[in-house]
């Protein structure tokens, strides 16, 4: 499969569960379900080394992540797409997803599908930061990954 344009994926990191169509269509989905479908993004599938990296110099926390993203675009879209760079960088904990998968009992594609779709959610105004905005993020969060034909999963979940 074709990425479409505007949208990067880079492995940072491998073996890795999921491919670079895998991820686009986990970005595509939660996009459209976000209302902000076509936005340029760039995903990185990064290892531990990298989100230990960028938790301590952006959130000063030295330990492993799951998901940390960055908005780079503008509110006015037909500039972003003009300009032909991403709106948003998206950094994705392949290692961090295996381990939780393994402590949860999922497959990792799953896992690690369910941080694309997190972090992407986010970017389209999604917060999980009260429990009444992580319980509409949960719900979202459960939308695409049906979508997209994972296996439910309603065991409690931390992200």
Same mark, same amino acid.
Request: charged content about 30%; overall charge negative.
């Given at each position: 499969?074709? !990425?479409?344009? /505007?949208? *990067? ?19 595509? +989905? ?19 080394? !990298? #989100? ?28 972003? *797409?003009?300009? /032909?760079?991403?709106?948003? *960088?998206? =950094?994705? /904990?392949? *290692? ?8 949860? /009992? ?19 105004? =999604? ?9 509409? #993020? ?8 049906? +979508? ?10 931390? #992200?």
């Amino acid at each position: 499969m074709s !990425l479409r344009a /505007g949208l *990067e994926v880079h492995l940072q990191t491998s073996p890795c569960p999921l491919g670079a169509d895998d991820v686009g269509r986990a970005v595509d +989905a939660a996009l459209d379900h976000g209302r902000r479908p076509g936005l340029a993004v760039s995903v990185v599938l990064a290892d531990d080394a !990298l #989100m230990i990296e960028l938790h301590a110099e952006h959130l000063d926390d030295p330990t492993p992540t799951d998901v940390i993203s960055f908005d780079l675009g503008d509110e006015d879209l037909q500039l972003e *797409e003009a300009s /032909g760079a991403p709106a948003a *960088e998206l =950094f994705v /904990g392949v *290692e961090h997803a295996r381990r939780v998968a393994a402590e949860r /009992g999922v497959r990792e594609e799953r896992e690690l599908a369910l941080y694309v779709v997190h972090d992407v959610l986010h970017l389209c105004g =999604f917060d999980d930061h009260t429990d009444e905005d992580a319980a509409a #993020m949960r719900v979202a969060e459960r939308a695409v990954m049906d +979508a997209l034909g994972y296996e439910p999963d309603d065991a409690p979940h931390h #992200m």
